[in-house]
């Protein structure tokens, strides 16, 4: 069978079935609504009668196509769906569920209530400063030294001051690549973000379980680390091991997630304030023992011999790779820049890589100036509290304080990563990326449970099968935070040719992009060559995530597979009844998947344009339904062509709807939102091309608006 075609007066008569809000309209210009017509032109009437008077009878081939032409639109009109001579996949099913409807063209009026509604919702949107938003990220940064410093003094023994002054120096350049792609696209969800308007979904998807392994890894070497300085100062009983103790703590953080209790702003700040204090006491109080005892311990674990078959240089690196882990925490504020002030971030950058400056690479030179390495590395997961031992003459005052703070601060670290895991996890449910299961809240409390129950259960695995060993759980901590951050560097080389004409406030050399990157991944490989069997360990959870993922993205494929199998089987055809179910099991399943409609904001009716969007949306999204929406603020300013290629577009592609939407208003974040409103299309599923530096608008201020091409 031919592709159905429908003429003009088809999709004036359909216009008027629209929804509600949808009112057909006819506009003026010229081939806004109608095909572009040669014999338009302004002649005279007498004139045009003159020459079809003097014009020749049609031959018998003109008139036969005439009348073909004729059949054909007749033949049009009776269809609903777009259909195709070309063979199907599935001959002995139905495969109308294949094809879509015809699309429409139509006019939509904005209500001024949706407006009033977003200018009320920014009003009363509560955002915090710099310090605020500091002390969440930077309690995970800070609090980073008391697991960091003992790892890095086990493998660069006397070096590990260089080795975590070179960590501070390469957080600089990080610093400035962040910042770069943060303010570029200001909106929550980290790399997985900034992955989605840079490149393909399934990219993002990558990004995406990255940052849940570090999420992941943060909450359980925070609670095995606050497990550990817990213990090396009480004496619990036999029943609660450091080992229990953990998974206690877990529990316990998961149950506040479920019980709807969130850290607040006040709350971090609070204990950033404490432990801030805290590392301050002990740095000044472990220099005045520096000063008192002079440089003899210094002296000796400097001219201790290095183990056998290493090299200084060998040390050093082991040391910067493991030493790493004392900057966690520094990616993590763009999770939240959307709940910051305007200008906040590059501050909220500034001061966390001075807070890591002052204290990580100062505080280890300490902890080799008083202690000898041997005992560090003895006792390398309490590091910090047997330097606080040290600092005040072996007494246990300061030691007792570290290990109060320590708890704290590192039970604030699960509940931060706890938090983060439900803002990714819920942002990737809401993309239609992972099951929908994962929006569900808790009708009590409005958390949400499942996402917390399923982290949960995936922490207490890992840790039991790493067997508690904090080094073996530093490792795969190191080489999930170290593969976000390189997605950070990845995206700042990308975004400089896909994404170039975004404003930026900062704008970062590409050459430091591409250098940054490679030292990242040279790290993440020392990590898996000082450890292997944590490959092992990161590859299996980064494997179960992905396929989660994987299976999601490609349901609408492995769906039609499924259905496929299903027609070639003739087995359940001796079954009518079950075959029947079974059919419309796959189709309804395939329909509701296809449903979710896409927006994409057509300024320019250039085809290409048009189709790149189709392209995009086909592959990225399993949408059958794309509407076109072109805002404009005069007739005179629609593009002549517009809905001409419109629907031609819309019969080159037989299995999408494609509808063209006139709007009079100006494209800015409050038309955007009252769209969103009145098509009840998420923001997630709206596109738009990338706009230029001198866009009036920030693109974070259309809260999740993608951008698709250049």
Same mark, same amino acid.
């Given at each position: 069978?031919?592709?159905?075609?429908?003429?003009?007066?088809?999709?004036?008569?359909?216009?008027?079935?629209?929804?509600?809000?949808?009112?057909?309209?006819?506009?003026?210009?010229?081939?806004?609504?109608?095909?572009?017509?040669?014999?338009?032109?302004?002649?005279?009437?007498?004139?045009?009668?003159?020459?079809?008077?003097?014009?020749?009878?049609?031959?018998?081939?003109?008139?036969?196509?005439?009348?073909?032409?004729?059949?054909?639109?007749?033949?049009?009109?009776?269809?609903?769906?777009?259909?195709?001579?070309?063979?199907?996949?599935?001959?002995?099913?139905?495969?109308?569920?294949?094809?879509?409807?015809?699309?429409?063209?139509? !006019?939509?009026? &904005?209500?001024?209530?949706?407006?009033?509604?977003?200018?009320?919702?920014?009003?009363?949107?509560?955002?915090?400063?710099?310090?605020?938003? %500091?002390?969440?990220?930077?309690?995970?940064?800070?609090?980073?030294?008391? !697991?960091?410093?003992?790892?890095?003094?086990?493998?660069?023994?006397?070096?590990?001051? &260089?080795?975590?002054?070179?960590?501070?120096?390469?957080?600089?350049?990080?610093?400035?690549?962040?910042?770069?792609?943060?303010?570029?696209?200001?909106?929550?969800?980290?790399?997985?973000?900034?992955?989605?308007?840079? %490149?393909?979904?399934?990219?993002?998807?990558?990004?995406?379980?990255?940052?849940?392994?570090?999420?992941?890894?943060?909450?359980?070497?925070?609670?095995?680390?606050?497990?550990?300085?817990?213990?090396?100062?009480?004496?619990?009983?036999?029943?609660?091991?450091?080992?229990?103790?953990?998974?206690?703590?877990?529990?316990?953080?998961?149950?506040?997630? &479920?019980?709807?209790?969130?850290?607040?702003?006040?709350?971090?700040?609070?204990?950033?304030?404490?432990?801030?204090?805290?590392?301050?006491?002990?740095?000044?109080?472990?220099?005045?023992?520096?000063?008192?005892?002079?440089?003899?311990?210094?002296?000796?674990?400097?001219?201790?011999?290095?183990?056998?078959?290493?090299?200084?240089?060998?040390?050093?690196?082991?040391?910067?790779?493991?030493?790493?882990?004392?900057?966690?925490?520094?990616?993590?504020?763009?999770?939240?820049?959307?709940?910051?002030?305007?200008?906040?971030?590059?501050?909220?950058?500034?001061?966390?890589?001075?807070?890591?400056?002052?204290?990580?690479?100062?505080?280890?030179?300490?902890?080799?100036?008083?202690?000898?390495?041997?005992?560090?590395?003895?006792?390398?997961?309490?590091?910090?509290?047997?330097?606080?031992? !040290?600092?005040?003459?072996?007494?246990?005052?300061?030691?007792?304080?570290?290990?109060?703070?320590?708890?704290?601060?590192?039970?604030?670290?699960?509940?931060?990563?706890?938090?983060?895991?439900?803002?990714?996890?819920?942002?990737?449910?809401?993309?239609?990326?992972?099951?929908?299961?994962?929006?569900?809240?808790?009708?009590?409390?409005?958390?949400?449970?499942?996402?917390?129950? %399923?982290?949960?259960?995936?922490?207490?695995?890992?840790?039991?099968?790493?067997?508690?060993?904090?080094?073996?759980?530093?490792?795969?901590?190191?080489?999930?935070?170290?593969?976000?951050?390189?997605?950070?560097?990845?995206?700042?080389?990308?975004?400089?040719?896909?994404?170039?004409?975004?404003?930026? %406030?900062?704008?970062?050399?590409?050459?430091?992009?591409?250098?940054?990157?490679?030292?990242?991944?040279?790290?993440?490989?020392?990590?898996?060559?000082?450890?292997?069997?944590?490959?092992?360990?990161?590859?299996?959870?980064?494997?179960?995530?992905?396929?989660?993922?994987?299976?999601?993205?490609?349901?609408?494929?492995?769906?039609?597979?499924?259905?496929?199998?299903?027609?070639?089987?003739?087995?359940?055809?001796?079954?009518?009844?079950?075959?029947?179910?079974?059919?419309?099991?796959?189709?309804?399943?395939?329909?509701?998947?296809?449903?979710?409609?896409?927006?994409?904001?057509?300024?320019?009716?250039?085809?290409?344009?048009?189709?790149?969007?189709?392209?995009?949306?086909?592959?990225?999204?399993?949408?059958?339904?794309?509407?076109?929406?072109?805002?404009?603020?005069?007739?005179?300013? &629609?593009?002549?062509?517009?809905?001409?290629?419109?629907?031609?577009?819309?019969?080159? !592609?037989?299995?999408?709807?494609?509808?063209?939407?006139?709007?009079?208003?100006?494209?800015?974040?409050?038309?955007?939102?009252?769209?969103?409103?009145?098509?009840?299309?998420?923001?997630?599923?709206?596109?738009?091309?990338?706009?230029?530096?001198?866009?009036?608008?920030?693109?974070?201020?259309?809260?999740?608006?993608?951008?698709?091409?250049?």
């Amino acid at each position: 069978m031919a592709p159905a075609k429908k003429d003009n007066s088809t999709q004036v008569a359909e216009s008027s079935t629209c929804q509600s809000k949808k009112t057909s309209v006819t506009i003026s210009s010229p081939g806004c609504l109608s095909a572009p017509d040669s014999t338009r032109l302004s002649v005279p009437k007498a004139s045009r009668s003159l020459e079809i008077e003097d014009r020749p009878p049609p031959s018998f081939a003109e008139s036969e196509f005439h009348h073909i032409q004729q059949h054909q639109t007749r033949k049009a009109g009776n269809s609903l769906l777009k259909w195709s001579d070309v063979p199907s996949r599935y001959p002995s099913l139905n495969n109308a569920w294949e094809f879509a409807g015809w699309g429409s063209t139509y !006019y939509m009026e &904005i209500e001024d209530s949706d407006i009033v509604h977003f200018h009320s919702d920014r009003e009363s949107k509560h955002l915090i400063g710099q310090w605020r938003a %500091t002390s969440i990220a930077g309690n995970d940064l800070i609090a980073s030294v008391l !697991y960091s410093i003992g790892p890095c003094v086990l493998q660069a023994g006397k070096y590990a001051p &260089i080795s975590m002054l070179l960590v501070a120096l390469l957080m600089y350049p990080m610093k400035r690549i962040i910042t770069e792609v943060a303010t570029s696209l200001p909106l929550n969800g980290g790399c997985y973000n900034a992955m989605l308007n840079t %490149t393909s979904k399934t990219m993002a998807s990558l990004a995406a379980c990255i940052a849940i392994l570090d999420y992941l890894a943060t909450c359980v070497v925070s609670a095995s680390t606050a497990s550990a300085y817990l213990a090396a100062e009480v004496t619990l009983p036999d029943i609660f091991s450091a080992f229990t103790l953990t998974i206690v703590i877990l529990i316990v953080f998961s149950i506040i997630c &479920i019980l709807g209790l969130r850290e607040s702003s006040t709350l971090t700040l609070s204990i950033f304030i404490l432990h801030a204090i805290t590392m301050a006491v002990v740095m000044v109080a472990s220099i005045v023992m520096w000063i008192r005892q002079g440089n003899g311990v210094l002296i000796d674990n400097w001219n201790t011999p290095d183990p056998e078959g290493t090299s200084p240089l060998r040390m050093i690196f082991n040391g910067f790779c493991i030493g790493l882990l004392g900057v966690t925490g520094f990616e993590s504020a763009e999770n939240y820049i959307e709940e910051m002030k305007p200008n906040a971030f590059p501050k909220v950058m500034n001061n966390m890589f001075s807070f890591l400056f002052i204290i990580n690479a100062p505080m280890t030179l300490l902890v080799v100036a008083i202690v000898p390495v041997s005992i560090i590395q003895t006792n390398s997961a309490i590091a910090v509290s047997v330097l606080g031992q !040290y600092a005040v003459g072996n007494q246990h005052w300061l030691r007792i304080w570290i290990m109060v703070d320590a708890v704290i601060v590192l039970c604030a670290g699960v509940l931060t990563g706890l938090i983060g895991a439900i803002g990714l996890v819920q942002r990737m449910a809401g993309d239609r990326i992972l099951p929908q299961l994962f929006l569900i809240r808790n009708r009590w409390t409005g958390s949400y449970q499942y996402i917390v129950l %399923t982290f949960l259960i995936l922490s207490i695995t890992l840790y039991a099968i790493v067997k508690g060993d904090t080094t073996s759980l530093s490792g795969v901590f190191a080489v999930a935070f170290l593969a976000s951050l390189a997605t950070f560097a990845a995206v700042a080389i990308l975004m400089r040719y896909k994404r170039g004409r975004l404003a930026r %406030t900062v704008k970062v050399h590409l050459l430091t992009a591409v250098a940054t990157l490679g030292v990242l991944l040279s790290s993440l490989i020392g990590n898996i060559i000082i450890e292997p069997s944590i490959a092992e360990y990161f590859v299996i959870y980064f494997c179960v995530v992905f396929l989660v993922v994987w299976t999601m993205l490609k349901r609408l494929q492995l769906l039609k597979l499924c259905y496929w199998l299903f027609s070639q089987e003739t087995f359940f055809c001796r079954f009518s009844s079950l075959s029947n179910k079974v059919e419309l099991f796959f189709q309804s399943n395939i329909k509701k998947i296809r449903s979710q409609p896409c927006v994409f904001f057509l300024k320019t009716d250039e085809p290409h344009i048009m189709n790149k969007a189709i392209q995009y949306i086909k592959k990225n999204e399993d949408s059958g339904h794309i509407k076109f929406v072109h805002i404009y603020e005069r007739v005179q300013d &629609i593009p002549e062509q517009i809905e001409t290629h419109h629907r031609t577009l819309d019969e080159v !592609y037989p299995k999408i709807q494609i509808d063209l939407i006139f709007i009079q208003g100006k494209f800015d974040p409050a038309t955007v939102d009252a769209i969103s409103r009145q098509l009840d299309i998420p923001k997630s599923f709206m596109f738009i091309a990338c706009p230029s530096i001198h866009f009036e608008h920030g693109f974070g201020a259309f809260e999740g608006v993608r951008i698709i091409m250049l």
